[in-house]
């Protein structure tokens, strides 16, 4: 691809040097086509690597039990990619407990900075508030987010 730019973007030279106005137009064209196949084909797919929720997504089918998201900024993505129709989000901390005091297996997605920043106008962040009673595993990075999961059990092996 490299080579291809090179070398359109000197033909485009040498036609605007000759006078030659809409053919350099035309290899400008060319070289913007090629340079946008480029970045379609080898830089695009490595960028939604890294921004794609798909492997935490499907993690949440290796866990058991019932899971809620917390907070409210997170996509449906998670249910597409998990297969799930419905994950409910929980809009405070304070759902969040409830939801791992439910009986059964309760699970909780949400990102390493929800779980240790205290939420706007709260004195104590998540993590504070569970204390040791929930365990929280690292699950993987969605773009710039670490993403965890908490649970009311113990973490599958």
């Given at each position: ?13 040498r ?90 297996e309760r ?28 365990p ?20 599958p092996?």
């Open positions: 691809f490299a080579v291809a730019l090179f070398l359109l973007g000197r033909k485009g030279i036609a605007a040097r000759e006078g030659l106005l809409p053919r350099a137009a035309g290899f400008l064209a060319l070289q913007v086509t090629v340079f946008l196949l480029a970045y379609d084909l080898l830089l695009v797919p490595k960028i939604d690597e890294f921004k794609s929720p798909r492997p935490v997504a499907e993690a949440l089918n290796r866990w058991p039990g019932e899971v809620a998201a917390y907070p409210a900024h997170f996509s449906g993505a998670y249910n597409l990619y998990s297969g799930r129709l419905r994950i409910p989000v929980l809009d405070t901390p304070e759902e969040v407990l409830s939801h791992l005091a439910a009986p059964g699970l909780v997605l949400t990102s390493q900075e929800s779980f240790e920043r205290p939420p706007r106008g709260k004195a104590r962040s998540l993590k504070e508030m569970l204390g040791d009673r929930y929280a595993t690292a699950i993987g990075q969605v773009g710039h987010r670490e993403m965890v999961f908490l649970t009311n059990y113990a973490p092996p």
